[in-house]
């Protein structure tokens, strides 16, 4: 079946079933499994909303728990591959050096080239687990600092900030964490968990799914643009100057970052729980200067933009939370990738139980009836 009607970047198109995630995008409503994502973040945890998405239900204790022990026996990686990180270039953009662990990792998973349900359950957990030790040893080895042995009596959250400071996190901070990952879990078709399954609908192996994955998320179209909005921040300054830095890109028909959203056309509810816990850290530790900034951004953008449906998305606030928890803003998709590889890998064990090799078309406008000219006869 074709149809001559161009999707312009696949808008509206829906090629899959899928019982995971729901976006109400008029409503700025966002579920997984039904339950809301106020309360995932309120209630839950990353590790159980990665085994609910993974497992299609809400885990029992004793399947929390196995999930749990397995994701902390998983938590080191190859003495090889920690060296290798340690030979990269200083300066990289650490998602690139992500997407080459991830590929690298690959090569140690004995599984790595298998591709049953099971396979590729068990390559997701160990995924899940160890990009965590990834992330955190590529951002030492930039700074020139050893990694850090992964502990098993913290949480994903708190296991993660552990290795990245060599420090214990509070409780606070930890949960704050934990917070913002499950807030960037999984987000239905969005374009890098479309990657994936196109990956792996070919029947593509798991790693080859996640490093595709990686490249689509670093874009600042979609990650990448939590990165941007504090480069946006450094480059305002001071909150007086918000205003009209951003009327006046605005009236230059530039786009501003952590702002719009192929299906939000209302407020991403994901961007209002970061709001509210950056205006709680505000409240208690004195405003940010980031925060201040971002307070006038959203409000010039809401009197602008909201009547053509543009609003703060995830992206918006999510960076002002990493930098009270003090990580530099270059690691900032790189946390959205620790977190979106549950999606990434639920999304995709979800399509292959039915998989169809995914293969859209083009119109083709191209030059009909040419022949070949050799090239000497070319002008
Ligand atoms: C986790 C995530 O991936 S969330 C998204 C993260 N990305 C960003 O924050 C980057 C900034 N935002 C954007 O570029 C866009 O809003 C997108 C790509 C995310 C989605 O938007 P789309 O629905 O594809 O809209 P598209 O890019 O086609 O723009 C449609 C119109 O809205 C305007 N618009 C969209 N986003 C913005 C923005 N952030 N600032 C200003 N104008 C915008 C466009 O200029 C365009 O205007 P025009 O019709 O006058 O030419
Ligand atoms: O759904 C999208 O297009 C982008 C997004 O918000 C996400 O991936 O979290």
Redesign the pocket.
Known sequence: MTTTAIAK?L?GVLFTETKLTFINGTEGILTHLGIPIQEWAENSTFEELSLALLSGHLPTTAELEAFDAKLKANRAVPQELLESIKSYPRGINPMQALRTAVSHLGLFDQQSEETTAEARMEISVRLIAQMSTLIAAINRAQQGLEPVTPRTDLTHAGNFLYMLKNEEPTPEQSKLFDIALVLHVD?GM??STFTAIATASTLSDQYSTAVSAIGALKG????G?NE?VMDMLDEIGTPDKAADFITAK?DA??????????VYKYFDPRSRVLRDYAAHVAEKEGKSHYYQILEVIEKTVIDR?AS?G?YP???FYSGTVYSDLGIAKEYFTPI?ALARISGWCASVNEYERDNRLLRPDAVYSGAVDAHYVKIEDRK
């Open positions: 970047g808008e987000h969005n374009a600042p179209l979609h990650g643009a941007a605005l028909k530039e786009k501003i970052m952590g702002v719009g959203h192929r933009l053509r543009i998305n995830v992206d959205f």
